[in-house]
């Protein structure tokens, strides 16, 4: 099975940049889309952007503009380029991948999450 491995978070003030990446591995299986959410104190786990194994993103609205999402095929890696970040931003950030078997049975793998905070 995939298995995820998050890292990149940390502590930034208001305006800073930080870059997240999260690696898939140990999985012959087909990588579809991976996506990043976010979960703040007090709130549901939203959806913050999306990737195809084509290129192709999608972003919340309230990162448009400022968040950036990529990933590289080779490496089986996904990255969240966040920039002008304010206290809004903070969360714990999850990485998810959604993954085919060869034969064709579909699941979804999620990573531990990793904490960013965003100071005044």
């Known amino acids: 099975q995939v298995q995820l491995v998050e890292s990149g978070g940390g502590l930034v003030q208001a305006g800073g940049s930080l870059r997240l990446s999260c690696v898939a591995s140990?999985?012959?299986?087909?990588?579809?889309?991976m996506s990043w959410y976010r979960q703040a104190p007090g709130k549901q786990r939203n959806l913050v952007a999306t990737?195809?194994?084509?290129?192709?993103?999608n972003y919340a609205d309230s990162v448009k503009g400022r968040f950036t999402i990529s990933r590289d095929n080779a490496k089986n890696t996904v990255y969240l380029q966040m920039n002008s970040l304010n206290p809004e931003d903070t969360a714990v950030y999850y990485c998810?991948?959604?993954?085919?078997?060869?034969?064709?049975?579909?699941?979804?793998?999620w990573g531990r999450g990793t904490q960013v905070t965003v100071s005044s």
């Open positions: 998810k991948a959604d993954v085919t078997t060869r034969s064709r049975f579909p699941y979804a793998v």
């Open positions: 990737v195809t194994s084509g290129g192709s993103t």
């Open positions: 140990g999985s012959g299986d087909n990588i579809n889309s």
